[in-house]
């Protein structure tokens, strides 16, 4: 969630996990079962850390946000944050989503907020992939291959890129930004690798991994 928007509230976005054993038993992962478990009005300890994972100052500097799964949920506290300059009527840049779930009628999370911000502007470009629902399994890096003209064109425009899922998915989608460099810029993987590297260095290219 955003600051902004929600001074007084933190939203948590939680994949409960419970998931069968060998022999019969279950396990249950600790934290997330404890938060299905709370109803309203309970007092629940918590405390939060400071991350370099934000948006640029400058609202009108393009952001290209890639998530999967539980992992828009950092995504959501940024879209939530050009909706409400885009609401103040500050100038916004050319901003991408690209989401990629199972399922789009089970698990597009936060879909009609989502798609919301498309309607509204706040985002100019959303790429999604449901990769249980075709004959074959379709993910995020490979609709960024897909959609490479339009992906390196908020790109060129001096983009942020923020990255959120699961560390194998980050991986992969590294690879395919390399492949499309390679593809439709003409780079070797050298230097294609090396931008990236360099849009690390450069608080460009930013990850929240697990």
Known sequence: SSSKTHPEQLHVTCTVVREAMYGGRKFLGVCSNYISKLREGDVVKCFTRTTGFKLPLMPSIPVILIGAGA??????????????S?????????????????RKDEDFLYEEEVLSYARHGSLSHLITAFSREGPSKVYVQDEIRTSAAEFLGVLNMGAS??????????????????????????ATEEKASR????????GRYMQDVW
């Open 195 to 202: 931008f990236i590297d360099a849009m690390r260095k450069q």
């Open 86 to 102: 885009r609401q103040q009527r500050r100038r916004i840049g050319s901003n991408m989503l690209v989401f990629g779930c199972r």
């Open 161 to 186: 890129v923020y990255v959120c899922g699961a560390a194998d998915m980050a991986a992969e989608v590294r690879r395919a930004i390399v492949d499309i460099l390679m593809e439709h810029v003409g």
């Open 71 to 84: 992992g828009i949920a950092p995504l959501r506290g940024m879209m939530m944050d050009i909706e409400s």
